[in-house]
């Protein structure tokens, strides 16, 4: 049962294709505020889900900031 809820594995070297998927991932599976706590937009279980620690796992593998990976986020890049 641990390895279904364990995350998943950022691969290394960071492609262009898991570099996008990363970006879409922490867009997509944001913070939500909920009156008991964050939940996570898209799969509204507690954040940070299992999708969002990928894309911020990956986008720091391939050198982001966590700056930069809020500019991603927000889509303003």
Do not use: N
Not at 30 to 51: D, I, K, M
């Amino acid at each position: 049962m641990s390895a279904v809820l364990a995350d998943f594995p950022v691969l290394t070297p960071v492609t262009d294709e898991d570099l996008a998927l990363a970006a879409r991932a922490v867009r997509v599976h944001a913070p939500e505020p909920w009156p008991h706590g964050l939940l996570c937009r898209s799969e509204r279980v507690p954040y940070p889900c299992r999708l969002a620690r990928w894309g911020h796992a990956t986008l720091e593998a391939a050198g982001f900031t966590m700056q930069q990976a809020e500019t991603i986020k927000d889509g303003t890049r």
